[in-house]
T-cell receptor
Framework: GQNIDQPTEMTATEGAIVQINCTYQTSGFNGLFWYQQHAGEAPTFLSYNVLDGLEEKGRFSSFLSRSKGYSYLLLKELQMKDSASYLC??????????FGTGTRLQVFP | DTAVSQTPKYLVTQMGNDKSIKCEQN?????MYWYKQDSKKFLKIMFS???????INETVPNRFSPKSPDKAHLNLHINSLELGDSAVYFC????????????FGPGTRLTVL
C-alpha cells in the first residue's frame, strides 16, 4: 500500500532553522508537494519536487531523494507566523495523490 | 477576489438529515475536488471533477454525491448524515490534471449531532 510518514509535532525558537522530514513508500512515484496549513484554515501550496535535490524559495527550501523515499522541508529564520501544520503529499501512478497527516510546528519567542 | 469559495463555513445538523455544501472557483481551472479532513487532520481526497466528468471517486459512501452544474462549481450533497461525517470538508481546484498544485477553499466545518 501507499504510505507517508511525518513527525506529528515539532517545536522551535523564533529565528532558528527547523527541518521537517517526510518519508514515503509508494509505487510509481511522480512528485512530492509540501503544503502549509494554519489552524482553522485551508492548506496552501509551498513547494513541489520531482527530481532529486534542493529547491529553494525564500526562507523555505525542500529537498528530495527518490532513491531513499525521503524529503524534507527546511524553514530558516523562523517567525511566529510559521506556526502551522506542514503537509507532505506524494503523487504516484500518474494520477494518484496521497497526503500525510502533517507535522504541527510550534514556534516560540 | 476569492479564488475558491465555499458555503457555508459552518454547518451543524442532526443525524439523518440531508445537506449540501457549495463550492465555486473563479480561477478558470479545469479540475475541482472535494477533500475530507478528519479530527486527526488526515486529508483525504473524496472526488474530482474535470469538465463535468467525475474522474476520481475514492472509497466514499454513496450517501455522498458531487454535483457540478458547470466548470466553475462543484457542490457536495450528503444524504442521511451520520456522526462519522463530522469533519472539515475542503473544496479545491487545479489548472490541469488531478495532481497539479491544488488551490483550496476555506473549508466547511460539518458537525453532526
Amino acid at each position: 500500500g501507499q504510505n507517508i510518514d511525518q513527525p506529528t509535532e515539532m517545536t522551535a525558537t523564533e529565528g532558528a532553522i527547523v527541518q521537517i522530514n517526510c518519508t514515503y513508500q509508494t509505487s510509481g512515484f511522480n512528485g512530492l508537494f509540501w503544503y502549509q496549513q494554519h489552524a482553522g484554515e485551508a492548506p496552501t501550496f509551498l513547494s513541489y519536487n520531482v527530481l532529486d535535490g534542493l529547491e529553494e524559495k525564500g526562507r523555505f527550501s525542500s529537498f528530495l531523494s527518490r532513491s531513499k523515499g525521503y524529503s524534507y522541508l527546511l524553514l530558516k529564520e523562523l517567525q511566529m507566523k510559521d506556526s502551522a501544520s506542514y503537509l507532505c503529499a506524494v503523487r504516484y501512478n500518474t494520477d494518484k495523490l496521497i497526503f500525510g497527516t502533517g507535522t504541527r510546528l510550534q514556534v516560540f519567542p | 477576489d476569492t479564488a475558491v469559495s465555499q458555503t457555508p463555513k459552518y454547518l451543524v445538523t442532526q443525524m439523518g438529515n440531508d445537506k449540501s455544501i457549495k463550492c465555486e472557483q473563479n480561477l478558470g481551472h479545469d479540475t475541482m475536488y472535494w477533500y475530507k479532513q478528519d479530527s486527526k487532520k488526515f486529508l483525504k481526497i473524496m472526488f474530482s471533477y474535470n469538465n463535468k466528468e467525475l474522474i476520481i471517486n475514492e472509497t466514499v459512501p454513496n450517501r455522498f454525491s458531487p454535483k457540478s452544474p458547470d466548470k466553475a462549481h462543484l457542490n457536495l450533497h450528503i444524504n442521511s448524515l451520520e456522526l462519522g461525517d463530522s469533519a472539515v470538508y475542503f473544496c479545491a481546484s487545479s489548472p490541469g490534471g488531478f495532481t497539479d498544485t491544488q488551490y483550496f477553499g476555506p473549508g466547511t466545518r460539518l458537525t453532526v449531532l
